[in-house]
């Protein structure tokens, strides 16, 4: 493990070394965990100039949540009060000898950068922008496995919760019962706040738990996903409740399904990503529905549960191996609801079987 | 309500006029709650140089999950892909005749502040401060009655954990069950990741829930707070498992009982921040545990759960009344574990009975 965040720490530092700069500090919470390991919150971590040392707020470091720092790295933990990790890096760095530290503008606010800037003013500050995000896009073999595990838990957890009844259960205390279950499967906790949407509120992007019984009729939208070893997977399904479906219920489910089959189905090294957007997002357009779309059909997981690349019509760049994204499109009608479906999906070449499902629960339309 | 989201604008208005600003650019979520209601996550407030207005990313706009923005409020919905909220009400601003723009420099990251100045180079953008963190530092009676019910969601949840059976529990699903019960009795949510520690983990400050089996003998510490209309409270206790408690752990549990309560006792309007620290401080201080403690013995709770004031030794300025606050020293020792005591209270003058205390479960030191 060490090995690993080493070796992505050398990448770092070779780009760095191309636009000029000895040193950088990542503050990015996933950027400094993908490089460091498990870090506390709050975490800054100072590449170069000479040793990389990782800086912790004290209060925090007692917590072992989620792994250590890598064997390599010299960490330093900041007395009680004192102060922020970006800034005493910057000190770090200044008396380390080095001339310009890049760092990243995306995340910093106005106000950390002024204060960067005056505690060393012989430091001059460049951006890094989004060099890690970027070496995050494509995931390695320890990578690929956490997220699978992650997958593994959540389809177990929803393949629970389908075993139970769900009539008369409000919104809001099945998406409890899904964030116990992805605990009781091994979970860290949950990828993100897990949605589960009935009746009018199917369908919906986003929707928060309320709550709504869930009523004879209904569609039924989950979305859902563990997190493990900081990794993030998205599982979304929609289910009718009660034993006919409507027809109007049977003709959009097949439409959404058909659209994200096409999203899946156009996941190849090489494929714009828009191209992915454009396969799911015109057969829901053909059918009228282009209106009321999500900007995006779908997007990259890993240490972050939205993170690069983004599959929308403006989406500049084309998928490689190795990189996990989501397909998701939903269709809502206002008043009724709506279908949503959402797998995680690793992109691979045809030679190897084409796109790997990482989420696995079924995509018939159940009726419970 | 929307009166009460007017009035808040209007002071912020005059604030503004204060140093010059016709316009501002409010963008971090809690402040754009404050001022504009229930909002959808990633909107922006642009108050003034005309008429204020929200500017909402399309995507999430249908989401009713916390209320409705104040109706006297024009609401802007940016098209699907529309971009940044804030770019698009810095052109607004521009477009209605503003020449300077007052934005939240601790908020927006460099790079988005970047892109706010190159799209409206007429415009020119000073900064806000944290002019509405010191609006929101004291509570109007909504907001108070926001807290009030929060807390008791709070203490009805713990209440009821405590009548069940504790040992082989794991942390994990304690807490699990804690997040169902705020649920039960009303939450929204819980106000922060709902923390409980067994044994060595006990009385340990950020702790994440491990796998870790309740077991006789131990402390156990719980930490969790409801969300209530936004509004979020904060609940600690430590209990002990078992019949009979060591000497060690009814010791350290005086100790800590009476650091809290000096602090809970020097809540007063006009009494320094820093001064309500050291009340509780110095006794942990005295009995030796002064190196392990956290930088801060409590902070102001509202719409964040972590806002101004700052009860810290370097903290400076005086308490007002009607500030919510927090009070929760704690200690740990390190392979053992330790205990920590934290309530929510209003501070109030003494002629109106000293500080109102809004987590009313029991603090003795309870044998389950």
Redesign the interface.
């Known amino acids: 493990m060490s090995d690993l965040h080493a070796a992505r720490r050398t990448r770092l530092r070779e780009r760095c070394a191309a636009v000029g700069s000895a040193a950088a500090l990542i503050s990015r919470p996933a950027n400094v965990r993908y490089l460091a390991g498990g870090v506390p919150?709050g975490a800054a971590l100072l590449l170069g100039p000479a040793q990389d040392v990782l800086l912790c707020p004290?209060?925090?470091c007692?917590?072992a949540?989620?792994g250590r720092p890598a064997e390599d790295l010299r960490v330093l933990v900041l007395p009680?009060?004192g102060g922020d990790p970006a800034l005493a890096a910057a000190e770090l760095a200044a008396g380390a000898g080095a001339e310009s530290l890049a760092v990243e503008?995306?995340?910093?606010?106005?106000?950390?950068?002024?204060a960067l800037a005056a505690a060393s003013t012989r430091l001059r500050l460049a951006?890094l922008g989004r060099t890690v995000e970027q070496l995050r896009l494509i995931k390695d073999d320890d990578e690929l496995s956490c997220l699978r595990i992650a997958a593994e838990i959540t389809d177990h957890a929803l393949g629970e919760l389908l075993e139970s009844i769900l009539v008369g259960r409000t919104e809001?205390?099945l998406a409890?019962?899904l964030?116990?279950r992805l605990?009781d499967h091994g979970a860290e906790?949950s990828a993100f706040?897990t949605s589960v949407g009935t009746g009018p509120n199917s369908g919906?992007?986003?929707?928060?738990p309320?709550d709504r019984r869930v009523e004879e009729g209904d569609f039924l939208t989950v979305r859902l996903g563990a997190r493990y070893r900081g990794y993030r997977c998205e599982l979304g399904r929609t289910f009718v409740i009660g034993s006919s479906p409507d027809s109007w219920q049977i003709e959009l489910y097949e439409l959404v399904f058909a659209a994200q089959r096409a999203g899946r189905e156009a996941l190849a090294p090489g494929v714009e990503y828009r191209e992915v957007d454009r396969a799911a997002r015109q057969m829901l357009d053909s059918a009228g529905y282009g209106e009321g779309?999500?900007?995006a059909t779908g997007h990259g997981v890993g240490l972050e549960i939205d993170e690069d690349p983004r599959l929308?019509?403006?989406a500049m760049g084309k998928l490689d191996a190795c990189v996990p994204v989501t397909v998701q499109p939903g269709v809502?009608i206002p008043g009724r609801g709506g279908v949503r479906i959402d797998d995680t999906l690793v992109v691979r070449p045809p030679a190897d079987g084409g796109p790997e499902l990482l989420t696995i629960t079924t995509k018939e339309l159940l009726a419970l």
Do not use: C, K
């Open positions: 919150p004290q209060a925090l007692d917590d949540g989620e009680a009060g503008e995306h995340h910093l606010t106005v106000t950390r950068h002024r951006d809001r205390h409890l019962e964030d116990r605990a906790g706040p919906r992007a986003g929707h928060r309320t779309l999500e900007p929308s019509p403006a809502q």
